[in-house]
């Protein structure tokens, strides 16, 4: 600052010492300027000629001056009251907005300070803290400054135009602090401003479900609706999601009514959703009503077979025979015959049921064309039960524990794959973005699954060793076992290397 007031100086110094230097040489000139106006003639010397011309000048600026005032005063006789002020400020008004779009220029760039000096400057001349307060906020944003910043987005915050654009301010600084609690106070109020504002939507959205406010989340996501922000296909089904997610609160909170209530709440928005399909049945069967159950789990069934819908429909009937099961599945196997698994639930039914030919014709081509876990599993399985050689078995085992796992509840936000449905995901926090779907298999799971293989190898030739010796045991020591008690031995031997495998991918 002191070599620029010294620069001034020396600037003005020489100026007045050129003025000086140039009036005393016109002094010295002995020539006579004659001048003709209206058929006199004047005679004046070079300095006073120079002298009248500057006169001139300033008679004409001053004309101008006072016609542009004219103007002003019959626009403000018109009814612009600011017509008059307007005109005595314009040179400043125009130096206000060149430093402003400076300041603007500036963050563009990337120069945070330079465009907080230059809208501090525009501020001085415009005094209009509703423009000049928006570049200093972004530029103290840009350069780290957090507590001018959070000053300028307060003093936004106590005017009605900057209001809504300081609160957003302030819930973006408090999410970066990972202060949720007040952004999310924040975003009430903003949306309060601004109802339809789509953005505040979302944000406020993604930290109700995260914190896990079911009932907050269901007003905003009525709010994107009626802003015309959501589809409505859409919206019953984000709707459904969280209804669901209260129910599952409300249960474990021990509230069975309002549970049972939001979970047909969220079958009924969204009957396709699996998890709510689920609970709702688990719910009507608890209520005594297995063929409301029923008709909730086909409905469900109809869109996609999945594996939790067949869990909840053996549910129904926990206490019937394998063959009872299987002529009850066969009007839900009917539907969607050849899907996946569909096949592997009628398989599994048939396994249960002793019928081991059958369950590896309706297999078919699967352990070969889509072999996973499961697959592998159950042909291991049969061919147990098929009576078939150890190696055999220990074979399709092997390839289980290095086979996929098969879908899997995998956010499509993120990638990550989660043991069961939830709301939100885990990882990310995103909203509503779980889908069943079939993960990529990483080299990471492959070679931990396969140091299971001697667990599950051992647990064969453990079991092996023991039939050798009921075998070779005295005929009054021999115990023959029903043919149901050793087919679920056999399952348990098979679902411990299935979990073993799968406990090794996780």
């Known amino acids: 600052m002191m070599l620029w007031s010294l620069l001034k100086i020396v600037v ?29 003639e004047f005679a004046l010397t070079p300095l006073v000629a120079v002298i009248v011309a500057l006169l001139l000048l300033l008679a004409v600026w001053l004309i101008i001056r006072l016609a542009g005032l004219l103007v002003a005063t019959l626009r403000f006789l018109n009814g612009d009251e600011t017509a008059i002020s307007r005109y005595f400020n314009r040179r400043a008004e125009k130096r206000g907005y060149d430093a402003l779009s400076d300041g603007i220029m500036a963050l563009a760039a990337g120069e945070g300070r330079l465009a907080i000096r230059k809208a501090q400057r525009a501020e001085s001349y415009l005094h209009r803290p509703d423009l000049t307060n928006l570049v200093i906020a972004q530029g103290a944003e840009m350069v780290g400054d957090t507590a001018l910043a959070t000053e300028t987005l307060k003093q ?28 999310m106070k924040l975003a009430e109020k903003a949306l309060a401003i601004r ?36 589809p409505r296909d859409v919206h019953k089904r984000r709707d459904a999601v969280l209804a669901l997610a209260h129910a599952r609160d409300a249960l474990a909170e021990g509230k069975i009514d309002t549970a049972r209530a939001e979970a047909y709440e969220a079958n009924r928005l969204s009957p396709h959703l699996v998890p709510a399909a689920v609970m709702a049945a688990r719910m009507s069967v608890e209520e005594g009503k297995p063929r409301a159950a029923t008709r909730i789990l086909k409905k469900a069934w ?13 549910a129904i009937e926990p206490g019937e025979t394998p063959e009872a099961r299987l002529k009850r599945f066969r009007p839900l196997l009917a539907r969607h015959p050849e899907a996946v698994e569909t096949r592997l639930l009628n398989a599994e039914l048939l396994i249960a049921a002793d019928n081991f030919d059958k369950a590896r014709k309706v297999l078919g081509p699967l352990p070969e064309s889509d072999p996973d876990a499961r697959t592998l599993t159950l042909m291991a399985a049969i061919e147990r039960g098929t009576g078939g050689e150890d190696r055999l078995v220990r074979a399709w085992l092997a390839k289980a524990v290095t086979a996929p796992r098969g879908p899997q509840w995998m956010c499509s ?40 293989l001697p667990l599950i190898v051992g647990a064969l030739e453990d079991r092996r060793e ?13 115990v023959d076992l029903p043919a149901e008690v050793a087919a679920t031995e056999d399952a348990e031997v098979i679902e411990t290397g299935d979990t073993e495998a799968e406990s090794a991918r996780n």
């Not at 109809?302 to 053996?314: K, R, T």
């Not at 926090?429 to 990529?440: A, R, V, Y």
């Not at 023991?466 to 021999?478: C, G, L, N, Y």
């Open 12 to 40: 003005f110094v020489v100026i007045v010492a050129a003025l000086t230097l140039g009036a005393g040489y016109l002094l010295e000139l002995g020539d006579v300027v004659l001048v003709t106006v209206g058929g006199r």
């Open 156 to 183: 936004m915050v106590q005017h009605d135009r900057t209001r809504f654009v300081g609160i957003r301010g302030l819930i973006k600084q408090k999410l970066q602090q990972g202060d949720t609690d007040t952004a």
């Open 195 to 230: 109802p339809q504002n789509a953005e505040v939507q979302d944000l406020l959205l993604g930290l109700q479900t995260r914190d896990e406010d079911w009932k907050g989340a269901r007003k905003t996501l009525t709010a994107k609706l009626k802003a015309g922000n959501l």
């Open 302 to 314: 109809e869109v996609a077979p999945h594996p939790d819908l067949a869990a909840a429909f053996a």
């Open 413 to 452: 936000n993120c990638g990550h794959v989660h043991a069961d449905w939830r709301p939100t995901c885990e990882n990310c926090d995103s909203f509503d973005t779980l889908e069943w779907e079939t993960p990529k298999q990483s080299e990471a799971a492959l070679s931990g699954a396969a140091h299971m």
């Open 466 to 478: 023991e039939e050798t010796a009921a075998e070779d045991a005295p005929p009054d020591e021999a």
